[in-house]
């Protein structure tokens, strides 16, 4: 027995040792996580705590129908209560996010109630050591409880313990004082009654309520939920949580002849020192009563009581084989033999084995656990037989009678009698081995998405990160092959970034994949996902080609960015025939984190291209505005300085000389702002063709004239070439293709110094409709256009030398402005250059042939020449603000007869309207106080209710089509635009004068 007792206490000793050592790293690790996240902590000790309390009550929850001892009952019961609060208060942080809306208030109510609970527990639990539980009752009451706590935290019937700004409340400092009292009186309590538990179980759960009271007294002093006292209140409560660990749930499963079976050992116990006092007594009664000749009649009584006692121990023994029948976990109780003398309906269940066929454990053993850990247990069985060892636990992997596999802890004990028993107890671990599996491997999933965002976000080529990132993935996931396909948007194909699982030779063969072709091609084509399964027996034609690399199961997923397609990314396995969801899921965030940082990289890379085209912009108009300064300020420098010089001398010859280059001046600054107003007219979007019939030889030669005096200057010879195939009068607008042919001609003879310019008109193909193609072509012998700068001759505001020094003026703008309109009219510009040698322009455009009605020409309304008297008797009302403009029409209006009124603003053109008989309004649009259209809208709102309508002519300085429109549209009968054309203005008020 001396030995017996040896071995349990060196057990006991190593017991203690372990736990101290895995207490303390446990304690070190939680140190830890408070370091890197308050929240982690926390919520990593409360939920140990109610991990600790749901065990204390599972335990006594099934062993309550042979449970003698109700202290333990109670407890579990009060702990289901403060578990539920318990988890409440953990999830209520607003770290966590789950209950939106509630403050700190909230956790700390919970926390105050659920202590209440525990507290409460602890001092009541002794009432029932001897007493009977009414289980359902108290089971009702501790429902209700939990159901009115939280109803009343939550409906805000509960105390307030915590006020933003102001920190705890009187009530819940007071409230810890409460429990901390109460705890020390259930400790009090617990003491006077050691007697009554095993004394390791005693020493734990005394541990654990001071532990408890001390951690509450911790939480009175915390000013800060980051602070030391909350630190150390929250470790204090882990300790109470360990020792209640310790003292039930270690205990129950370890060693539950200590605890579960107690009543039942102190029995068997009591009844062999009976049996012991009983047998000595007997000895000695018939000692006596031979020596008193009462043998018999003593015999007889003591016979009796003999036969009670055994009587007593055989219910014990089946009160004890019931609980090992009834038991919730798998038990089987054996002899020193291997012997199975009794196992519990759960062991039947779990290993499909029952005890009539379970003739030896150690057979059991052999067939259903793997040799090392069957040869462990049979060794550390012989142990506790010998009593090197009270008990011992193992956890090992066991196989069921249906072949399944189940991860097991097994527990036993010795039960010491007229021959020693062993309790063998096991519980199926299997379901929480494979949670934590399969925890591990989303913490792993979770580290790998993060470092792979991370690294994506980093990098400025995610394209090449792809390959290292998708390896990993592929690895991660078991796969065997990993494609990235990047979409060329230019060629509409997928091109081959990354891959792995194949050989060279065969990624060279899919380096290129079209759109609708392959489990690839489709995903991208109809950006969606597509999960190919069973893929050799699949008859779908999209798998072809993974089908051909060996793959059983693909997943494909598009690359998407707002709706576009950038690629896609896909993972195969040949092992299996399908991928799970998390699987799947993992694959989508990794084609999201990939879609993310190339959407990042391609909009970094879109605006530092937008950048740079906004800082050649702002150069290319920067240099145009210089040079449109110098071009404006040189016809207007000519025109000042002519003008000067008219009012310097006296001969008339001179100044007449001097006004008709001033003249020439003005116009050339004209055709500058033409050349701005018809760009703006492009970029505005607002050009349009105005197709007539015209004559095309006489276009030409409108062209020639203008460049002639230019021509005959430089010595140039000018040749034209027309093909007589060309019909006379054609359908177009003759104003835009002179106005191109000007352009293209003026600047081959403006930058050809020698040699000469040959003009070349060609017929082309007659379409259906009855148009012809027109081919035009310009070629001189000039300085030529170097190849580098041929991309700047279509572009607004370049010029091929923008240097200060160039000897060649011009606003940069005629070739662009040419190019939009040959595109309007159907075709295209192309040029041939060598530097040095010259170069030939040559566009072509289709006209249509005008119909021989058409092609006469109609005399013009106006007479050629205006005599002085042929405005007399006429009188014009003349609206306009400005006085030069006044003075200039008054005078030359005057000369030719008509009499002149002038009004300055909208109000009084309709006045003077009004108030006298005018024959024709010359109305500016643009005036003070009241404009010309609402002056013109005044006068017809007038005359709808006379007889007569008078012409209006509308001035602007407006010269888009939309202002002409508009003019007609305020009610003005014809439209002139500033610079004023005498001669066109005499012609419109004699057309509207008739």
């Known amino acids: 027995m001396g030995g017996v007792a040896t071995g349990n206490e060196m057990q006991r000793t190593e017991t203690q040792v372990v736990s101290f050592v895995t207490f303390a790293l446990a304690v070190l690790i939680l140190y830890i996580c408070s370091l890197y996240s308050y929240l982690l902590f926390h919520t990593l000790v409360e939920l140990f705590c109610t991990i600790v309390t749901m065990g204390v009550f599972f335990i006594a929850w099934n062993s309550r129908r042979f449970l003698d001892n109700h202290y333990f009952l109670f407890l579990a019961l009060a702990f289901s209560t403060s578990s539920v609060l318990q988890l409440l208060h953990t999830f209520s942080f607003k770290g966590l996010g789950i209950f939106i809306g509630y403050d700190a208030n909230l956790p700390t109510q919970l926390w105050i109630a659920s202590r209440y609970v525990v507290s409460l527990s602890f001092l009541a639990a002794p009432l029932f050591i001897v007493r009977k539980l009414h289980l359902q009752a108290a089971l009702s009451a501790f429902v209700t409880a939990t159901v009115l706590l939280v109803f009343a935290i939550f409906s805000g019937n509960f105390p307030d313990c915590f006020i933003e700004g102001s920190g705890l409340t009187p009530f819940k400092i007071y409230s810890e004082y409460l429990i901390i009292s109460i705890l020390l009186a259930a400790a009090a309590l617990l003491y006077r009654n050691k007697q009554r538990f095993d004394s390791h179980v005693f020493r734990a759960l005394f541990v654990a309520v001071l532990s408890g009271a001390t951690a509450d007294l911790a939480f009175t002093k915390y000013l800060s939920v980051y602070g030391q006292a909350n630190l150390v209140g929250h470790l204090l409560l882990f300790l109470s949580s360990f020792m209640i660990y310790q003292a039930i ?219 290292e990132l998708c390896r990993e993935v592929m690895n991660f996931l078991g796969c065997d092959v990993f494609f990235n396909y990047l979409l060329d948007e230019t060629e509409g194909i997928l091109k081959l970034n990354a891959c792995a699982g194949i050989s060279e030779e065969r990624a060279t063969e899919i380096r290129r994949l079209d759109l609708g072709v392959a489990v690839c091609g489709c995903a991208a084509r109809d950006a969606c996902r597509i999960v190919a399964e069973n893929i050799q027996e699949t008859p779908d034609p999209r798998t072809k080609l993974v089908k051909s690399l060996g793959v059983r199961a693909y997943a494909c997923h598009p690359l998407l960015s707002q709706g576009r397609v950038l690629g896609t990314l896909s993972f195969g396995t040949r092992s299996r025939n399908s991928f799970n969801d998390d699987e799947l899921s993992l694959m989508k965030a990794v084609a999201d984190q990939v879609s993310i940082a190339m959407q990042r990289h391609l909009m970094e890379e879109s605006l530092r291209q937008a950048k740079q085209v906004a800082e050649t912009a702002s150069h290319t108009k920067s240099r145009f505005v210089a040079n449109m300064s110098h071009e404006l300020r040189t016809p207007m420098t000519g025109v000042l300085g002519m003008l000067d010089l008219a009012l310097q001398t006296s001969d008339d010859t001179e100044r007449t000389e001097y006004i008709e280059t001033a003249q020439r001046s003005a116009g050339s600054l004209l055709r500058i702002l033409n050349d701005v107003l018809d760009l703006a007219k492009v970029e505005a979007g607002k050009f349009s063709l105005d197709p007539k019939p015209f004559a095309l030889r006489a276009c030409l030669s409108q062209t020639v004239e203008i460049v002639m005096p230019e021509v005959r200057r430089k010595g140039l010879e000018l040749a034209l070439q027309v093909d007589e195939q060309l019909p006379d009068h054609v359908l177009g607008d003759q104003v835009r293709l002179r106005q191109v042919l000007t352009n293209l001609v003026g600047n081959a003879v403006k930058f050809t110094e020698r ?211 508009r003019c007609i549209a305020a009610g003005m009968d014809d439209y002139i635009s500033k610079p004023i054309d005498f001669r066109e203005c005499l012609n419109k008020i004699h057309a509207l004068l008739g």
Not at 388 to 417: E, K
């Open 249 to 467: 749930v270690s205990t129950g499963l370890k060693q539950p002849a200590a605890l579960l079976f107690r009543s039942l050992e102190q029995s068997e116990q009591a009844l062999k020192r009976s049996e012991a006092q009983l047998q000595a007594a007997l000895e000695q009664r018939t000692k006596e009563l031979v020596e008193k000749e009462e043998l018999y009649a003593e015999l007889q009584r003591e016979s009796a009581v003999r036969k009670e006692a055994e009587e007593a121990l055989r219910g014990r023994e089946e009160q004890f084989r019931r609980a090992i029948e009834d038991a919730p976990i798998p038990v089987v109780m054996l002899t020193q033999q291997g012997e199975v003398l009794q196992v519990s309906w759960s062991w039947v269940e779990l290993t499909g084995y029952g005890r009539a066929e379970m003739t030896s454990f150690d057979a059991w053993l052999i067939q259903h656990v793997a040799p090392p850990a069957a040869q462990a247990v049979q060794a550390q069985m012989q142990d506790i037989f010998s009593g090197a060892r009270q008990s011992f636990y193992a956890d090992f992997p066991i196989r069921t009678r249906a072949g399944r596999s189940r991860h097991w802890t097994f527990s036993a004990s010795v039960l010491q009698g007229r021959r020693p028993l062993a309790v063998c107890m096991g519980v199926d671990i299997t379901e929480r081995e494979e949670s934590e599996a399969a925890l591990k491997r989303s913490n792993q999933r979770l580290d790998l998405l993060a470092a792979s965002a991370s690294r994506l976000l980093q990098s400025g080529a995610p394209q090449q990160l792809a390959d």
């Open 755 to 965: 040699g000469g310019v040959q003009i070349a008109l060609r017929s082309g193909a007659r379409a259906p409709d009855g148009s012809i193609e027109v081919g035009f072509s310009v070629r001189d012998t000039g300085i030529g256009i170097p190849e580098e700068k041929r991309h700047l001759l279509f572009s607004s505001f370049s010029q091929l030398d923008d240097s200060d020094t160039r000897s060649h003026g011009g606003t940069g703008l005629g070739l662009a402005i040419s190019k939009e309109i040959i595109e309007r009219m159907g075709g295209s510009i192309f040029l041939e250059s060598e530097g040095g040698k010259g170069s030939c322009f040559s566009f072509s455009v289709r006209l249509g042939v005008a119909q021989r009605a058409a092609e006469a020409v109609t005399p013009a309304v106006a007479p050629a020449s205006f005599s002085p008297g042929m405005g007399k008797g006429r009188r014009l009302l003349v609206a306009e603000d400005d006085p030069t403009i006044r003075q200039v029409l008054g005078t030359m209006l005057a000369r030719i007869g008509y009499e002149i009124e002038f009004a300055e603003d909208g109000i009084q053109a309709v006045a003077r309207w009004q108030e006298a008989s005018f024959d024709m309004v010359i109305m500016d649009v643009q005036m003070p106080r009241v404009n010309g259209f609402e002056a013109t809208r005044s006068i017809r709102e007038i005359e709808a209710g006379r007889d007569g309508r008078i012409p209006i002519l509308a001035m602007t300085a407006h010269a888009m089509k939309d202002d002409e429109q």
